[in-house]
């Protein structure tokens, strides 16, 4: 089993920049993948990002809204994965959930809410 607590949420206005943090704990030796979500009310939840663990160092992708905007990263002596969002927008305001797995998306935290005002 695997645990995972997001922080970091809050209020900004447009523009503004927040910072998430999503600690893991428990049998993550077997993690190879950690990612974020959101869900917006009335939406479906929509993939942000996904950073793995690779023979060659970790890799990174963006669904294409937050590219160039948002950047996550992981410190592994810390077991912790962040989203550092930029140049936020009204329409980024959601609930943002923490992930992981080894194949697949095993594990979810319990969110944490981004509201973003214009």
């Known amino acids: 089993q695997v645990q995972l607590v997001e922080s970091g949420g809050g209020l900004v206005q447009a523009g503004g920049s927040l910072r998430l943090s999503c600690a893991a704990s428990?049998?993550?030796?077997?993690?190879?993948?950690m990612g974020w979500y959101r869900q917006a009310p009335g939406k479906q939840r929509e993939w942000v990002a996904t950073?793995?663990?690779?023979?060659?160092?970790?890799?990174?992708s963006y669904t294409d809204s937050v590219k160039g905007r948002f950047t996550i990263s992981r410190d592994n002596a810390k077991n912790t994965v962040y989203l550092q969002m930029n140049s936020l927008k009204p329409e980024d305001t959601a609930v943002y959930y923490c992930?992981?797995?080894?194949?697949?998306?095993?594990?979810w935290g319990q969110g944490t809410q981004v509201t973003v005002s214009s």
């Open positions: 428990g049998s993550i030796f077997s993690i190879n993948a």
């Open positions: 992930c992981c797995g080894s194949n697949g998306w095993d594990y």
């Open positions: 950073i793995t663990r690779g023979a060659s160092g970790a890799s990174t």
